[in-house]
Structures are given as structure tokens and as C-alpha cells.
């Protein structure tokens, strides 16, 4: 049963990693003349964000629940974890603050703000390589 329950958690984890570089990159190169798609966009970054949180949480409480510790992880998978944590955090900020305020921003910013979300979404999926392979 553990290992269904991390498979399920992992496909949600797959999707919530694919939302948040895939709508950065939408909003980068496919839309990025059409404001109204834009904010929605935001919108699903930050909720993508926020299921990258939950559901990365819910690796460690499925561990903690089954085997009453929590994953037994160090050197470069903790760094990795961190990373991915600080992203998802910055990344949910971001988006949230940029659905609440795009309206208000030049062109510019708003072209900045996509490139950061994107660079932090490669960040986060790549820090997930490392969390694997080094835990």
C-alpha cells in the first residue's frame, strides 16, 4: 500500500512540476501578447506551486505515517530538497503577487516576472534529479 500511495503522490508531483514550467513557458512564448490568458496563467502557477508543496510533503508524512521516521535523506539530496522548498516557495509568491498586480505593470516586468517563474519551475525540476538519485 506504501508504495501505491507514493506512486499516486508522485504522479500528482509530476503534473503539479510540469504546470509550473509548462505555464511559464506558455506565457513566455505563446501568449504572451494577450493579458487576460496571462493572469489566468498566473493563476495556475500559483496553484501548481502550492500542489508542489503539498505534495512533496506528503512524500515525507507518507514515511513518517509507515515507517515512523521521516525519509532518511543527507549531503546533496538535502541541499536539493532545499532548493526545491525555496523555490516553490518564491515560485507561489511570485505568481500569487503577479495575478493580484499585473495589471498595474509595464510589459517589461511582467516578461521578467514569466522568465523568473520559468528559471525557478527548471530549477525545482532539476533539483528533483538530484533529490532522487542522491537519497
Known amino acids: 500500500m506504501q508504495n501505491l500511495i ?13 504546470t509550473v514550467v509548462g505555464a511559464a513557458a506558455s506565457a513566455l512564448w505563446l501568449v504572451r501578447d494577450n493579458a487576460a490568458v496571462q493572469h489566468r496563467l498566473a493563476l495556475l ?36 530538497l532545499l532548493v526545491k522548498i525555496v523555490c516553490a516557495i518564491i515560485g507561489f509568491t511570485v505568481a500569487l503577487i503577479y495575478a493580484r498586480s499585473d495589471s498595474k505593470w509595464p510589459a517589461s516586468k511582467l516578461r521578467f516576472i514569466w522568465r523568473a517563474l520559468f528559471a525557478l519551475g527548471v530549477v525545482a525540476l532539476s533539483s528533483a534529479a538530484f533529490l532522487r538519485w542522491f537519497s
Not at 6 to 18: K, R, S
Open 6 to 18: 507514493y506512486a499516486f503522490i508522485q504522479v500528482v508531483h509530476n503534473f503539479g512540476a510540469a
Open 45 to 80: 502557477a500559483a496553484l501548481a506551486w502550492a500542489l508542489q508543496a503539498a505534495s512533496g510533503a506528503s512524500f515525507g508524512i507518507t514515511t513518517f505515517y509507515y515507517d515512523g521516521h521521516l525519509p532518511d535523506i543527507h549531503g546533496i539530496a538535502i541541499v536539493a
